[in-house]
């Protein structure tokens, strides 16, 4: 069974979709980039996929499962997702602790009335080491740094034990050093064949590194699909981008490379 | 300390301390009476009367510190607050409209309707203002709100004015204006009472999505919430609590303000803990600063507001200097 399964979807946010007629199926287990110039509609796409906007036409399931008739919260219980302005936003004015805001990511889980109970803290505490925050656990988020601060809500997101993570450039704002351990990571997390995981990386050569197949979208539309070195080739990069480059393959991988040629 | 903790002690502490205070604000005031005849049947009015008004304290106290509490989540505003906002001065134009203009229909409901109605109004209506595209920056959202607030203020002194002649003094307008704990009909303290207290309960309910929304509405709705349907149902809440309280009690700023900050600082931003804290602490709060307003003179009264903007005037601007690197982003 397919985890996520797109079919013709077509979306936006009210007038001309964003999305123009998308199909995709991302099998379980599988860690897929999804790319494109600005505006090529990834985070629409991302959005759309556990149902935050809603279809304009087409389909979308999660583990075979219509999205609309999933509700908020139980796709919440299958999805989890990491936005890039979480690192720079600080969570507002409150000085919530990093276990707090780890805590929310049990949201799904929890009733109105009730408390946390062992199981939930458990989970918290595993989702913690995992993104190595248990240390900061309680410090307050607005004093953290922004790569802390995207570990903690990466933790959030893996405290809600999700099968399914996306990740919209989850490491758009850090540096090298954060980007590759932040993707690390997700790749370990990926290796038990259970979790999928969908991301929008800006970063071509991360992305080949990291992505078992690739998603090139282009106003809206699916532009190349299939595995990086297929779909990252000094043609498809030039027609969709329109920079001249230069692919190679990476001495230390044997996964395509892109350089930029200077005009 | 676990929050569970946290709010078993903060419970049992602020429990004392509002015993204590109402029982306190039963002997302050004018009248002297000695502590061995507070039952006595000569004291019973006055006792009686005092009761009232702390009871009305506790309602209004509560139901403000709760309100700001839903407005500073779900703004992810630190300086938001009923009165700050407007939202008090637009329930305050509902109530005087069905005063002043002699409005019949809907009998007793008249008031408190229109109190609700109007504040619902300036909380729509600073929200449309202040938003800027998905966005409301707080900056935005405090310059809506001081001009909702200009504006209905001004509307009131023109209806008290042009309705004068119709034997409502202007006295008691501006007495209302600037807030006032006494009981001129025990139906509406009943009223404001319950609608205040269910308000309280849902926002209880209701702690766990203020958590959540107030990191932001792109992840509340990835952990689950109907983001704009529990944002509709607590600015409700939240005008439903203000109409309320400024139906009872006139205009008595601030104490959303200073109440849920107050408490924050010693339990933290957790709102399981700080709902059910707040509305105990806002509670005493108001009853204390009723006791304030009515011995600080030698004779007479100040109206209760005069203390509570006295205090929160300064913790506003305190409040905006602490968080002015954040808030300029």
């Known amino acids: 069974m ?84 979480n690192a720079a936003l600080g969570a507002g004015h409150l000085a919530f602790s990093v276990h ?50 995207q570990r903690v809500f990466i933790a959030m997101a893996l405290a809600q034990e999700c099968g399914i993570i996306i990740l919209d450039e989850p490491t758009s704002h850090l540096d090298i050093a954060h980007q590759v351990g932040i ?60 920079a001249s480059v230069l692919v190679q393959s990476n001495p230390a991988t044997g996964r395509p490379h892109v350089f930029l040629k200077k005009a | 300390m676990t929050p569970r903790a946290k709010l078993r002690t903060g419970l049992i502490l602020l429990s004392a301390a509002l015993v204590c205070t109402f029982f306190w604000s039963l002997f302050a005031g004018d009248a002297y009476i000695p502590i061995s005849e507070l039952f006595a049947a000569k004291y019973a009015p006055l006792v ?18 709760v309100a700001g509490l839903i407005l500073q989540a779900v703004l992810r505003n630190p300086l938001a607050d009923p009165y700050v906002l407007g939202v008090s001065s637009g329930a305050g134009l509902g109530a005087a409209f069905a005063i002043l203009g002699g409005v019949t229909a809907f009998g007793q409901w008249a008031t408190p309707g229109a109190a609700f109605a109007g504040a619902t109004l300036a909380m729509m209506l600073v929200y449309t203002l202040g938003k800027v595209g998905r966005a409301v920056p707080v900056y935005t959202l405090l310059l809506a709100g001081v001009i909702v607030n200009s504006v ?43 609608a205040i207290g269910v308000g309280v309960v849902i926002t209880i309910l209701f702690a766990r999505d203020l958590n959540v929304l107030s990191i932001g509405e792109e992840p509340a ?64 709060f108001l009853v204390l600063a009723d006791i304030i307003a009515r011995t600080i003179l030698p004779s007479g009264e100040l109206p209760i507001g005069v203390i509570t903007a006295f205090l929160g005037g300064p913790f506003f601007i305190y409040l905006l200097r602490r968080h002015r690197t954040k808030l300029s982003k």
């Open chain 1, 2 to 85: 397919n985890a996520i399964e797109i079919s013709r979807v077509e979306c936006g946010y009210g007038g001309e979709p964003v999305i123009k007629g998308v199909s995709l199926a991302v099998p379980r287990g599988e860690f897929l980039g999804i790319l494109g110039p600005n505006g090529s509609g990834k985070t629409t796409l991302l959005r759309a996929a556990p149902g935050i906007i809603s279809t304009q036409k087409g389909r979308i399931s999660i583990n075979g499962t219509d999205v609309r008739s999933l509700g908020p919260r139980g796709i919440a219980r299958q999805v989890a997702c990491v936005m890039q302005d």
């Open chain 1, 100 to 149: 707090d805001i780890v805590t929310m990511g049990r949201t799904p889980y929890l009733t109105r009335t009730g408390w946390e109970t062992a199981k939930d803290h458990e989970a918290v505490h595993k989702a913690m080491e995992l993104s190595e925050v248990a240390q900061l656990s309680d410090r307050p988020i607005t004093e953290l740094s922004g790569g802390e601060r």
């Open chain 1, 183 to 242: 993707l690390n990571l997700f790749a370990a997390l990926n290796r038990d064949g259970e979790r999928t995981t969908v991301a929008v990386l800006h970063d071509l050569n991360l992305a080949a590194e990291y992505c078992e197949r690739i998603l090139l979208l282009k106003d809206g539309r699916t532009a190349a699909l299939g595995p990086p070195d297929e779909v990252l080739t000094t043609e498809n990069i030039e027609h969709i981008y329109g």
């Open chain 2, 48 to 65: 009686e009367l005092r009761a009232a008004r702390a009871l009305m304290g506790i309602i209004v106290g509560a139901g403000l510190s």
């Open chain 2, 152 to 194: 209905a203020s001004s509307l009131l002194i023109f209806l008290a004015h042009t309705t004068i002649a119709r034997g409502k003094g202007l006295y008691s307008v501006m007495w209302w204006l600037l807030g006032s704990l006494q009981v001129f009909d025990p139906w509406l303290v009943t009223t404001a009472g319950t």
């Open chain 2, 221 to 284: 709705a990835h952990l689950g919430l109907r983001v704009e349907r529990t944002k509709k149902l607590l600015f409700v809440v939240a005008s439903l609590v203000t109409g309320a309280a400024v139906a009872t009690s006139g205009l008595i700023g601030f104490v959303g303000l200073i109440v849920p900050h107050a408490v924050r600082l010693v339990v933290g931003p957790d709102n399981k803990v700080l709902v059910p804290l707040s509305a105990l602490a806002g509670a005493t």
